[in-house]
């Protein structure tokens, strides 16, 4: 149970994070809007209230000292100025890295955090902090005392006769308080006899109802501490006279009044908490007692505080919510299990099939007028349709937290190297399958370490480059034409194009005397085991290359490109399916069969005519498309499939690989393009090279995707190409 | 594996009489336990999985479902089965995914009481001897009874 | 008839731990997530005691004890306000808004059970 709650917890600190950024970043771009200051200060608490319960003291202290700090900046006792906020975000970041490590059992950088709780206590005026511990100090205190006094050794409880006191003034009623539930919690304790002093009660006539009269004598006979007892009228401190006389503990109860009585005068504290530590600290001397604060005693309410209906509607929180209301805040949302969702898209997918196969019976059907049942067809299509879209849209989510994340990433990267950098967002809103985007944090993480690391230069040659000393990279995202469009661009040096080719040499992934264009260099940066940096930087070295970057990007249907310009910087362009559960193909066959080429990697489609292709070698064939050579890669042939009938491939659909490697895919004929419906083959066999999934056709015919890529790895006459080309390039 | 067979047997032995679907492979009878078939259907023409061997001839769509289907007759290293709408494909269920079985032809349902179960006799087809799991005398003809988890292993590793 | 609780809290961590206690404990347990929900929901679920967090959205704690004081539904619901600070200041505040008492964060079941023991009478 506590294990689920705990998830709840880190869940929620997730969302409260991105509060927190999200604040941050408004402020950091000059809103200081209260509510913005206000909802910060409510994200962090939340998390310091969440990580008490489940007694994570690190991240519960630390979150302590940030809110304190934001107290004081929503008391306008402390005034946002550009280095506070700068504090503030790195703040939010090692709140985050102490999320995460009570999350995942990680370290944290302890010097790191003693470090920014300096620099943030620097921001607490001292009485603050004395007033934070001291209440609980008195507090606290008194009850150990008594504790101690009263009981002697804690392990032997004795029994007790106490006898109280106890007269509410009239204010008590106006909080609810029932005498009566007092004395039910004392009669739990041992044994009660409670006898009813009415002798202040008036005559009938001079009653004022408002009044309190009443006073109760209760004798108490139990073995719970002092204290215990006392805590049953923690809530009634200050709304009644009271007194608890134990027998045999009158010099004790002198103590106790006295410390009372200091408590009494002490001038109303100003200020926040004790920390749970200290808590736990009383708990502890207090044995069993239930942990109820003492509660140092507040100025009797008085009576014109007691809410009058007509008064109410003045009151601060009341107006403050109005103002709140009238903003609109967020919608109203609904938390859906994921599996449901998904078995939506599931039927829904179905129905979108099954509305194919409808309209392809019908096509067939000896009716010669089907009109009518064409119109409806049509129809129960768009409707299908807006069914999906709708359903896609529910696991679509705006990349903004994704963004804000790598917000993070990159402060991270530029302190640890020293560099000036600021990440600028565009398209936040952009909405992308939730799948998608948890599978983008990683390789954008590591791009923008990367453009840190290797791309930004340091701010005094930026400055000698006649560059503003602060790098920027900027991180969008777009919808184009039926495909998510992420962007990473930086103003940094851009790729050291003679440096790459030489590492690639070295690391023997190219021959030494390979003759590169420029994208085929910037390209190597993809290439398994490349890395640029002299020594593994601790940054984005970490063992890992871009080329783990291609393949999460690849993993997900989508392609990733680089262009780069030396001096003005680099671009690193991702290009995505919009979900993962459908996509756009074109319709081919092959071999007889029926496959599906997905239309994001056809550059074009041509029919090819005998002039246009040309023998190379023995079995190479290159088609000639406006005077440029691309080598003809036969799907059935890469695929180990053999046409029964005569037909030659005839039809050419130009791809383009990431490593800008164009081939013309050889098929059969060219159907139509349509959406398809994306079926794994996980479980149903192997993986098959050449083939990405497979999708159910309107004839109820399962189709094989093909994996463009791969299809050209597998053929010969397209990697040898490559190879000689490059061969005959260097010589 | 000897052992295995025996102690599957033991199994069946134990039970009450259970019911069999008998069917015609490459000329040859084979049972299935009745349970352990979800539907047969007609045969029609499948998708190739490419680089597939020879046993596996493609992907079927069942009511939305991709699933795979295997020639019983290529799989117990007898010839191919050229398919034809003559042909049955028997949907059964391993590790809980449906996987079509094609068959010349279904014959009947028959009743089996364990004890006529015998043991495969040694024969010198390894082939044969992993997938049968025991034979039976029925209207004078031998029906071989399959051992399912033989035939049909973890689907991804039968592939490739 | 069980103890009826209306928590107003806007963590769903708060929430789910003091439904795992209160429910373990035998109260009948109802959640609002922010102040202005659980005033709304204060008339359909009528319950028997309320715990109102003090830092929330729409409406906060105070805001909450106030508009319930002040409705006349039923002025006298004990109010428990659930908060991190045990800060004399924020406590008189509620005491004058009309708080009944008060929970510190974090709490343990017995503490909890305790604070509404003395302001229900329930021992469950």
Redesign the interface.
């Known amino acids: 149970?506590?294990g689920?709650?705990q998830d709840?917890?880190f869940?929620?600190c997730e969302e409260l994070l991105e509060a927190t950024d999200e604040g941050l970043t408004a402020i950091e771009g000059g809103d200081h809007d209260p509510e913005v200051v206000n909802?910060i200060?409510?994200a962090v608490?939340?998390i310091?209230?969440?990580a008490?319960?489940?007694?994570l003291d690190d991240l519960v202290a630390f979150a302590h000292r940030f809110e304190t700090v934001f107290d004081e900046v929503r008391s306008n006792r402390l005034e946002l100025d550009p280095k506070l906020v700068q504090l503030l975000l790195r703040s939010s970041d090692q709140l985050s890295a102490l999320v995460e490590a009570a999350r995942d059992g990680g370290q944290i950088d302890e010097a790191h955090n003693d470090t920014l709780l300096a620099a943030l206590d620097e921001y607490i005026p001292e009485e603050e902090e004395d007033l934070t511990f001291e209440?609980?100090g008195l507090?606290a205190a008194p009850m150990v005392d008594l504790g101690d006094i009263g009981g002697g050794e804690p392990a032997e409880p004795q029994e007790e006769t106490y006898r109280i006191r106890f007269q509410p003034l009239k204010e008590m009623?106006?909080?609810?308080?029932?005498p009566?539930?007092?004395f039910?919690?004392l009669k739990?304790m041992g044994e009660l006899t409670v006898k009813l002093d009415d002798n202040e009660l008036p005559g009938f006539d001079a009653m004022d109802t408002s009044e309190a009269y009443l006073a109760w004598d209760l004798v108490l006979v139990t073995k719970e501490l002092r204290s215990v007892v006392e805590?049953?009228f923690?809530?009634v401190e200050g709304?009644c006279e009271l007194s608890i006389e134990g027998d045999g503990d009158a010099e004790a109860e002198a103590n106790a009044l006295a410390n009372l009585d200091a408590m009494f005068s002490t001038p109303?504290?100003?200020?926040?908490?004790?920390t749970?530590p200290a808590?736990a600290a009383a708990d502890a001397a207090e044995g069993e007692a239930?942990?109820?604060?003492f509660?140092?005693p507040?100025?009797a309410?008085k009576p014109e505080?007691?809410?009058?209906?007509a008064e109410?509607k003045a009151?601060?929180?009341?107006a403050?919510?109005g103002k709140?209301?009238q903003r609109g805040?967020p919608k109203p949302t609904l938390r859906v299990e994921l599996e449901r969702v998904d078995r939506l898209i599931?039927a829904v997918?179905?129905l979108i099939?099954n509305h194919s196969m409808l309209a392809q019976q019908i096509a067939n059907l000896p009716v010669s007028d089907t009109r009518d049942v064409e119109t409806e067809l049509e129809g129960f299509k768009n409707l299908a349709r807006d069914i999906q879209e709708g359903v896609m849209a529910i696991r679509a989510q705006p990349v903004k937290p994704l963004f804000q994340r790598m917000a993070r990433i990159v402060r991270e990267a530029s302190s640890a190297t020293g560099k000036t950098c600021k990440l600028v967002n565009e398209g936040e809103n952009t909405e992308v399958d939730k799948t998608v985007i948890e599978r983008l944090s990683d390789p954008l993480t590591h791009i923008l370490r990367n453009a840190v690391d290797h791309g930004i230069e340091k701010p005094e040659d930026r400055t000698t480059a006649g560059k503003s000393n602060i790098g920027e990279i900027r991180l969008s995202a777009s919808h184009r034409s039926g495909s998510v469009c992420i962007e990473i661009k930086d103003d940094g040096a851009g790729v050291n194009r003679p440096r790459v080719k030489q590492i690639a040499i070295e690391k023997g992934l190219i021959p030494e005397n390979a003759e590169l264009t420029d994208a085929e260099i910037d390209n190597l940066l993809f290439a398994p085991g490349f890395s640029t940096a002299k020594e593994v930087s601790n940054l984005s070295g970490r063992g890992v290359g871009m080329d783990v970057v291609k393949n999460a990007v690849t993993g997900l249907g989508g392609r990733i490109n680089i262009s780069s310009t030396p001096g003005k910087g680099s671009t690193f362009t991702i290009i995505l399916p919009l979900t993962l559960a459908v996509m756009d193909g074109m319709v081919v066959s092959v071999a007889d069969?029926?496959m599906v080429v997905p239309i994001t990697s056809i550059v074009e489609t041509m029919r090819g005519s005998d002039d246009m292709i040309n023998s190379l070698g023995a079995d190479g064939t290159l088609l000639s498309i406006r005077g440029n050579f691309v080598p003809i890669c036969d799907v059935a042939g890469s695929?180990?499939?053999y046409r029964e009938s005569d037909q030659q491939a005839g039809v050419y659909l130009l791809v383009e690989t990431e490593t800008g490697q164009r081939c013309a895919l050889a098929v059969d004929d060219i159907h139509d393009q349509r959406q398809v419906v994306i079926?794994s083959?996980d479980?149903?066999?192997?993986?098959?090279?050449?083939?990405a999934a497979?999708t159910?056709l309107g004839d109820?015919?399962?189709?094989?995707i093909l994996d463009p890529e791969s299809i050209i790895a597998a053929s010969p006459t397209a990697a040898a190409f490559d190879t000689e080309r490059r061969m005959s390039n260097a010589s | 594996m000897q052992a295995e067979v025996k102690q599957t047997d033991q199994e069946v032995k134990h039970a009450e009489h259970s019911e069999f679907v008998s069917f015609t492979v490459a000329g040859q009878a084979f049972c299935l336990k009745i349970t352990q078939i979800r539907e047969i259907r007609r045969w029609s023409?499948?998708?190739?999985?490419?680089?597939?061997p020879a046993d596996?001839l493609g992907?079927?769509?069942l009511r939305?479902a991709?699933?795979?289907i295997y020639d019983l007759s290529a799989r117990f290293g007898l010839q191919q089965t050229e398919a034809s709408e003559r042909n049955v494909v028997i949907v059964v269920s391993v590790h809980g995914?449906p996987v079509g079985l094609l068959a010349e032809s279904v014959s009947e349902i028959i009743s089996i009481n364990p004890d006529d179960i015998q043991d495969t006799p040694p024969v010198d087809s390894r082939n044969t001897m992993e997938y049968i799991q025991g034979i039976i005398s029925h209207d004078d003809t031998m029906v071989r009874i399959i051992n399912l988890d033989a035939v049909i292993s973890a689907?991804?590793?039968?592939?490739? | 008839m069980k103890t009826k609780v209306l928590a107003i809290d806007?963590?769903?961590?708060?929430r789910?731990?003091l439904a795992?206690t209160l429910e373990e404990a035998g109260f009948e347990y109802h959640c609002a997530v922010d102040?202005?929900d659980g005033v709304d929901m204060y008339p359909d679920v009528d319950p028997d005691v309320v715990i109102t967090d003090i830092?929330?959205?729409?409406?906060?704690g105070?805001?909450v004890i106030?508009?319930l004081?002040?409705?006349?539904i039923n002025s006298?619901?004990?109010?428990l306000v659930l908060t991190?600070?045990?800060?004399?200041?924020l406590?008189?505040r509620a005491?004058?808004?009309?708080?009944?008492?008060?929970i510190?964060?974090?709490?343990?079941d017995?503490?909890l059970i305790?604070?509404l023991?003395?302001?229900?009478?329930a021992?469950a």
């Open positions: 149970m506590s689920s709650i709840t917890f869940e929620e909802a200060f409510r608490h939340s310091k209230g969440g008490g319960a489940f007694g209440p609980m507090g009623y106006g909080t609810g308080n029932e009566f539930f007092l039910q919690a739990d805590a049953v923690e809530f709304l109303p504290a100003t200020a926040a908490a004790p749970a808590a239930p942990s109820a604060p509660e140092p507040v100025p309410p505080a007691k809410p009058a209906p109410e009151s601060a929180p009341k403050e919510s709140q209301e805040g599931n997918g179905e099939i069969q029926t695929l180990g499939l079926k083959l479980g149903v066999c192997g993986e098959i090279a050449g083939v497979a159910i109820g015919k399962i189709a094989m | 023409p499948v998708t190739i999985l490419p680089h597939a596996v992907v079927m769509n939305g991709v699933i795979p995914k689907p991804e590793q039968v592939m490739l | 806007d963590s769903r961590t708060i789910n731990l795992a102040g202005r830092n929330m959205p729409n409406l906060d105070f805001g106030e508009e004081r002040g409705s006349g006298k619901v004990p109010i991190t600070e045990s800060a004399p200041e406590k008189a005491r004058g808004a009309g708080a009944t008492g008060w510190t964060k974090p709490f343990d017995a503490s305790f604070a023991k003395r302001v229900t009478g021992a």
